[in-house]
């Protein structure tokens, strides 16, 4: 009946998942104890530590290779139903390679795995958070294609191992984040800085290596194991300056480098990479002088090949960016940014969180979700990553404002759209390792003394925030909210 339609809109579906995410770099710690093998992220903190805004590494992080435990039990308390981690690659294979397998890296997951089912919190894993092995960094990384059999074989030996009490698997952590700031810009390790051609190189092998490691779960191991497998994409929306059309041009054209660049080849019918980056990264190719264009082409096996490898979409989303079309720049040298030829900016009105690139847009976040389900027929989506961040501390209103209203955003989203979004993380649990900020911009909904050799824990307000939304399956109202009287700040 309507009355009941009416209840319903302001909850989340029945079968709605919550969760939180980590990764495995930012929590972990112990980089080198017990068989673990250095990655790329212990190599670059360690070389450049002027690099990282506190100089800080993820030597100790978390300490969640100890304290699993308690963050297990964190969860428990929260009402936490799944949690989104990663493998450490090196900690499973020091050398990258599958000849040798660390039994402590298989001893330290299964324990996690365990003690999540155990408080029946269903674990989701994240093949690849960006920690890359050396070794295989040495020989290339994404920009070897080798990295296709290199990842196939890691991956089979997380199947193997856990494929029998994980359901629910994501290959890469997002690709444009990996290709465009790790191997086109220097923002994160290795920081190849080669815009506009190691980012395609990457981008071309990561998403074979993700069809590969999709083939051999449909192949090898979905009917036994039964699970379900797709890999996490991020995107900003993007939002037209004006309604002129060489405006709106430029915000779909900027939408298709960074979104589709990875969702068309995999999530459309059709494949392969958007034409429109196609033809622009072509043209200025070949005005610099290039024999063939930098964007490197699929053939149509692998088009085939690529095409429809996924069960759902893992979704990123923190923030908006207003566009408009910018002037075509003369031929020097390559560039993504050139090749995309669109301005981008932020609404100086938009509340912004410490991280200077995310400003508070909740209804962005309501025009991506319906951009993607208009795009790629309601594929089934889940959030795997959304927050927020601010500076040390507990009492972290801000962080409960952005949640509520990229909350009621998504609500609207389900509800008055129709789009099938299927569950949700809040990233992050914890305060971690926040990569080349290192951790000065603070993202967990549990605050971590960092400077505490114990790595002690408090839930923040935010975290009784979101046990409350748990509890409820809708969004408390505000006024009737308190925070628990015995929390301490
Ligand atoms: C996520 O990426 C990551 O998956 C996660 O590991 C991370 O902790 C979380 O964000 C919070 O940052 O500094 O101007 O060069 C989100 C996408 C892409 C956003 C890289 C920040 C760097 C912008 N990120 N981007 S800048």
């Known amino acids: 009946s309507n009355v009941e339609g009416k209840l319903n809109e302001n909850s989340f579906p029945p079968g709605f998942l919550f969760g939180t995410a980590t990764s495995a770099h930012q929590i972990e710690g112990a980089w080198n104890l017990n068989g673990k093998g250095e990655n790329l992220w212990d190599r670059f903190t360690h070389t ?4 990282i805004l506190d100089g800080s590494n993820g030597d100790t992080a978390c300490d969640s290779y100890h304290k699993y435990k308690e963050d297990v039990a964190i969860m428990k308390e929260m009402g936490i139903q799944f949690y989104r981690f990663s493998l450490s690659w090196s900690r499973i294979l020091p050398a990258g390679f599958s000849y ?3 039994p402590d890296g298989i001893r330290y997951y299964n324990d996690l795995i365990n003690a999540l089912l155990e408080n029946n919190i269903i674990p989701m894993i994240t093949l690849f958070h960006w920690d890359m092995p050396q070794t295989l960094q040495d020989l290339g990384g994404f920009s070897n294609e080798l990295i296709v059999n290199w990842f196939e074989e890691y991956v089979k030996v997380a199947f193997e191992h856990f494929g029998d009490r994980v359901k629910l698997w994501i290959t890469f952590n997002e690709p444009i984040t990996i290709c465009m700031y790790g ?16 980012d395609y190189l990457c981008g071309h092998n990561l998403l074979k290596a993700h069809a590969s490691a999709y083939h051999l779960y449909k192949n090898k191991y979905e009917s036994k194991q039964k699970g379900k497998i797709g890999i996490t994409l991020v995107s900003h929306w993007f939002e037209s300056s004006s309604t002129f059309q060489t405006d709106l ?5 900027k939408r298709e480098f960074v979104f589709d660049w990875f969702a068309k080849p995999i999530f459309h019918p059709n494949g392969d990479y958007p034409e429109i980056m196609k033809k622009r990264i072509a043209f200025r190719s070949e005005a610099e002088g290039f024999t063939q ?3 490197p082409q699929f053939s149509r096996e692998e088009i085939e090949y690529i095409k429809g490898t996924y069960d759902y979409l893992g979704l990123n989303h923190y923030t908006t960016l207003m566009t408009s079309d910018a002037e075509e720049d003369a031929i020097s040298d390559p560039s993504f940014d050139k090749d995309a030829r669109v301005k981008s900016y932020y609404n100086p009105e938009w509340p912004s969180a410490a991280s200077p690139w995310l400003k508070v847009v909740p209804w962005g976040f309501r025009k991506l979700l319906n951009y993607i389900s208009n795009r790629y027929k309601d594929v089934p989506i889940f959030i795997t990553e959304n927050g927020f961040s601010d500076h040390e ?10 949640y509520e209203q990229y909350l009621s955003a998504l609500l609207d989203a389900i509800h008055e759209d129709g ?7 809040a990233w992050s649990l914890l305060d971690n390792f926040e990569w080349k900020d290192g951790y000065v911009h603070r993202f967990g909904l549990v605050h971590v003394n960092f400077t505490d050799p114990e790595r002690p824990r408090t839930k923040k307000a935010s975290a009784q925030y979101y046990t409350e939304i748990l509890r409820l399956r809708r969004l408390p109202k505000k006024k009737s909210f308190q925070i628990d009287s015995n929390f301490i700040w």
Request: charged share 25%; glycine share 8%.
């Open 419 to 425: 789009v099938n979004v299927k569950g949700y993380a």
């Open 100 to 102: 040798k397998i660390n």
């Open 183 to 198: 191997y086109g810009r220097d923002t994160l390790a290795p920081a190849y800085n080669s815009s506009g051609i190691s």
């Open 249 to 253: 041009q430029a915000a779909q054209r």
């Open 48 to 51: 450049y530590p002027e690099r």
């Open 393 to 402: 501390g507990l009492n972290d209103q801000e962080r409960i404002d952005y």
């Open 293 to 295: 264009s930098r964007l």
